[in-house]
């Protein structure tokens, strides 16, 4: 190596030291300036709790700013250490070699210039290399890298060792200082306050309110020093809040739209920042609801657009559909029952179900966002099949019973299938001989009307037996089956032996009383007769009073005509009785003439006394009413002689 490549190379280890020495300046500037810069904001944030625009500000300074200086002073400087980019020629490193050393300035410049003429100048490069080199030689022995000396940035401890020293006597005796302001300042966007003698505490959760809707917000306070009033402070507004009260107030926001933002101001001090969210709640926008009846009602299925209690027949199956917004779920839930989701899409929901019994309903909505629900809740009254409704009338003949009609009608709430006739025949020992059941004819419909005539003969009854029988209507339940209603059961029974004679004498002790008591009224209407004869003869005309006795005296022969018909009613079912039993003619013979007498009372002599009694009512003058008295009394005592013989036949 030469004089000159040894110049060269001192001249590159300058370059090197003098960034290095660059770098170093350059650090030392920037941890001073940085140090100060968040030591400054620590303590401010800490003591004045900055505002978020100041906050955002001074961040956004300090990495503005920061970042330049540290490309400047340090990176960039360490790229021309490493001989990137852009660097001094060695012209320029001279010169700056040249202001350390003066006396070898010129030497040093004029070296590296002869050196470019012997690059251009072929014809005199030996002899301007032999000079080149003597030159060289003679300041070889000058340090040339001493031109940076690195104990000149010293100086510059002087700014960062005190507030490196102030740093550290902070983080040691208080570090809650950088503990706290880092924590608030790692958060510019957030406003803090100063800390309270009394803590805010929001009663009020979730602060959410439905859009368009009211919120009222609570809030208590606690701590060794109570405000005395609160307020809420909305950006420029502050509205006093109302005391409940010595440690809780209360304030409405009204028909919130947007979200609010708010903080709290009570005794000098404001509460951190909060926010009520908006949310939206679920609606209910379009509903229909599909009643399909059960068939055999014969109802026609109904469409509903509006939601409503209802009440529908038992078996009906209700299809639910509707639409929604704001909703991500929706389901219903049947009584206690728990819920069943609904399925659907586009915030379109369905259901069907059957009902059966009576049962409330909810259907719920529910927006998973703002956690808000809706519920509707209606109610479904099912209306059961009823039994079908039974009118029976029974008719018998009144001398035998065994000449019966059935009569009546049966109805339903939605219709009947059939009517029927049931009978059954048992014995004395009461087990069934025969039985049957005959379909009536009917209209049909849920309204009719039917008849059956029975001839009990037909049955052929021997004594003991009985006959019972009763109507049975069926309805036309679709869901739960046909269901029935039967009328009372009627009977019908053939006496025996016993108890025909048991009958027959019943009978004709009724018919010997009937008889004494019909002999009695007539002996009663002689007197009577025998009597008003007396007075009308002692008076020229009829007065009221006598008139009224005839009156009454008709009404007896009505009453007594009445007795006898009794009398021949029980003698007929006495006939149709002794007819089970063999009697002798004599008997026979005695039955017929009974008859015969009995028909000739009422048909004969009881209708000629009433004409007469009629006449006398209408006559009434003294001559012809003593006369038509007279006759009166005369038939009535053949009438009470007729009753007297009948009495001994009997």
């Known amino acids: 190596m030469n004089n000159y490549d040894w110049l060269v190379s001192r001249l590159d280890a300058f370059i090197r ?46 990495v503005l700013l920061g970042g330049t200086a540290l490309v400047s002073l340090i990176i960039l400087p360490l790229t021309k250490v490493a001989r990137l980019g852009r660097i001094i020629t060695h012209e320029q490193a001279s010169l700056i070699i040249g202001k350390h050393f003066p006396e070898i300035s010129d030497k040093l410049l004029n070296i590296l210039q002869l050196r470019k003429q012997a690059d251009s100048n072929g014809s005199s ?14 300041i070889s022995v000058i340090p040339i890298t001493a031109a940076v000396d690195f104990r000149k940035n010293r100086k510059y401890l002087r700014y960062l060792v005190p507030i490196l020293i102030l740093g550290i006597v902070i983080l040691v005796f208080s570090p809650s200082i950088f503990i706290d302001a880092s924590e608030r300042l790692l958060q510019p966007s957030r406003s803090f306050v100063k800390p309270a003698p009394f803590r805010f505490n929001i009663l ?34 502050r509205v006093t ?20 933002k708010f903080r709290l101001f009570a005794g ?14 679920p609606v209910l926008k379009s509903f229909k609801m599909v009643l399909d009846y059960p068939a055999y009602t014969g109802k026609k299925d109904e469409t509903r657009n509006s939601l409503s209690d209802i009440s529908v027949p038992a078996g009906t199956v209700i299809r639910w559909a509707f639409k929604a917004e704001h909703t991500d779920m929706a389901w219903i839930r049947f009584g206690s029952t728990a819920g069943v989701p609904l399925s659907g899409s586009n915030m379109q929901f369905a259901h069907q179900a059957r009902v059966m019994v009576d049962t ?100 052929k009854l021997a004594p003991g037996h009985k006959l019972s029988f009763f109507i049975e209507a069926w309805d036309n339940d679709g869901v739960t089956g046909s269901k029935a209603s039967r009328s009372d059961v009627m009977s019908f029974t053939m006496f025996n032996a016993n108890q025909l004679d048991s009958a027959i004498n019943a009978n004709a002790d009724q018919i010997n009383s009937g008889l004494s008591n019909s002999s009695k009224q007539t002996k009663q209407m002689q007197s009577e007769l025998r009597e008003m004869q007396s007075k009308l003869l002692q008076s020229d005309q009829p007065s009221w009073e006598q008139q009224e006795s005839l009156r009454e005296m008709a009404e007896k022969q009505i009453e007594l005509q009445k007795n006898l018909e009794n009398i021949k009613k029980r003698f007929e079912e006495q006939v149709q009785q002794s007819e089970q039993k063999q009697y002798s003619d004599d008997i026979k013979e005695k039955q017929d003439e009974l008859k015969k007498q009995m028909d000739n009372l009422l048909n004969n002599e009881l209708k000629e006394q009433m004409k007469k009694l009629q006449e006398l009512m209408a006559k009434m003058n003294k001559e012809n009413a003593v006369q038509t008295m007279k006759q009166l009394e005369q038939e009535n005592k053949l009438f009470n002689m007729d009753l007297e013989r009948m009495k001994e036949l009997m």
């Open 360 to 459: 409330s309903y909810v259907i719920g909505l529910m927006n998973k966002a703002s956690g808000v629900k809706d519920n509707y809740a209606y109610q479904i009254q099912v209306v059961p099949d009823q039994h079908p409704v039974l009118q029976v009338q029974q008719f018998r003949d009144s001398v035998t019973g065994k000449q019966i009609l059935l009569t009546g009608n049966a109805g339903d709430d939605y219709g009947l299938t059939r009517v029927l006739f049931h009978y059954e025949v048992t014995n004395d020992k009461n087990q069934r001989i025969s039985a049957k059941a005959v379909p009536l004819k009917s209209g049909g419909g849920t309204l009719t009307t039917f008849q059956h005539y029975v001839d009990v003969d037909q049955f």
């Open 204 to 237: 009020s959760k979730p602060l959410q309110v439905v859009r368009n809707g009211d919120f009222t917000l609570k809030v208590s306070v606690d701590g060794n020093t109570l405000p005395a009033d609160m307020a809420v402070e909305m950006g420029d507004d």
């Open 268 to 281: 000098g001090y404001y509460s951190e920042d909060y926010t009520i969210r908006v949310a939206q709640k």
């Open 125 to 138: 490069r030996d002899l301007i290399a032999a000079s080149i080199d003597q030159k060289a030689s003679q």
């Open 17 to 62: 030291k003098y960034y290095t020495n660059k770098v170093i300046r350059g650090t030392l500037i920037f941890l001073s300036c940085a140090l100060a810069y968040i030591l400054t904001m620590s303590i401010g944030e800490y003591y004045l709790y900055l505002p978020a625009t100041v906050k955002i500000s001074l961040i956004s300074l300090f």
């Open 241 to 260: 809040m109302q005391m409940l009260s010595k440690t809780t107030f209360q304030y409405t926001f009204r028909n919130i739209t947007e979200p609010v």
